[in-house]
């Protein structure tokens, strides 16, 4: 089946680090890519759509600036947080499409000290 | 808000019991799907439930869809220890763009 892998699964560092996360999709090709971020408790949120070769479609309220997407390859796509602080501490989780389904990573749990 | 609602938003039940989730969305919609989540964990894959089906079942899970009433149920029956995790709802819009939208989620705890 098809799989996504994410990368670090587990990631901490002080405020003001910029923080780069990897979602490769393993056997499949993906010109789509999501990213979601979950609070403490909480539901994922859509952060943006990662689209292969051009520009992220980011959703309402997501700081463009501050949520670097960059899809380079049909299987590679990265968040780089900039600049984190405390708030952003999440569980961030990326997904891929291969044909109706979504595959998701296993998440990357971030702590900004 | 990208979220449909989730009831309960939390459901403590005995190991044997049945339980039922039940999750209202907002779009019209391709499908509907039910992850299951540990603490801390990943995303696992429960079921997909497509526009045009009523009722699905695998193994102890049985999920229905009402898209007149844009609502669907997952039921697990014989619960099990093992099932304490949070359960979501999610849905692909036929507004385009492959999204996957989720809703608020049930935390399930089944007490042994």
């Known amino acids: 089946g098809a799989v996504v892998s994410q990368h670090p699964s587990w990631v901490i560092c002080k405020s003001g680090t910029s923080v780069k996360i990897e979602c490769r999709s393993l056997?499949?090709?993906?010109?789509?890519m999501f990213w979601y971020r979950q609070f403490p408790k909480q539901s994922l949120m859509l952060m943006a759509t990662?689209?292969?070769?051009?520009?992220?479609?980011?959703e309402q309220g997501v700081e463009k600036d501050k949520f670097l997407i960059n899809h380079a390859s049909l299987t590679l796509s990265t968040l780089t947080v900039t600049s984190a602080h405390p708030e952003d501490s999440s569980f961030y989780i990326c997904?891929?499409?291969?044909?109706?389904?979504?595959?998701f990573g296993d998440g990357t749990r971030l702590s900004i000290l | 808000s990208q979220q449909g609602e989730e009831d309960p938003q939390a459901l403590s039940i005995q190991e044997g019991e049945n339980a039922t989730m039940n999750c209202s969305y907002k779009?019209?919609?391709?499908?509907l799907q039910w992850y299951r989540q540990n603490s801390g964990r990943g995303l696992v894959h429960l079921i997909l439930?497509?526009?045009?089906?009523r009722e699905k079942h695998s193994g102890r899970l049985r999920v229905t869809l009402d898209t007149s009433k844009k609502s669907s149920s997952l039921l697990i029956t014989a619960s099990r220890a093992a099932d304490t995790a949070s359960y979501f709802c999610?849905?692909?819009?036929?507004?385009?763009?492959?999204?996957?939208?989720f809703g608020a989620g049930t935390r399930l705890f089944v007490k042994a």
């Open positions: 990662s689209n292969e070769g051009s520009k992220a479609t980011y």
């Open positions: 997904s891929a499409r291969s044909g109706t389904l979504a595959h």
């Open positions: 056997d499949f090709q993906a010109t789509t």
């Open positions: 999610a849905t692909d819009p036929n507004t385009g763009g492959f999204k996957t939208i």
């Open positions: 439930i497509r526009s045009n089906e």
């Open positions: 779009t019209s919609i391709n499908n």
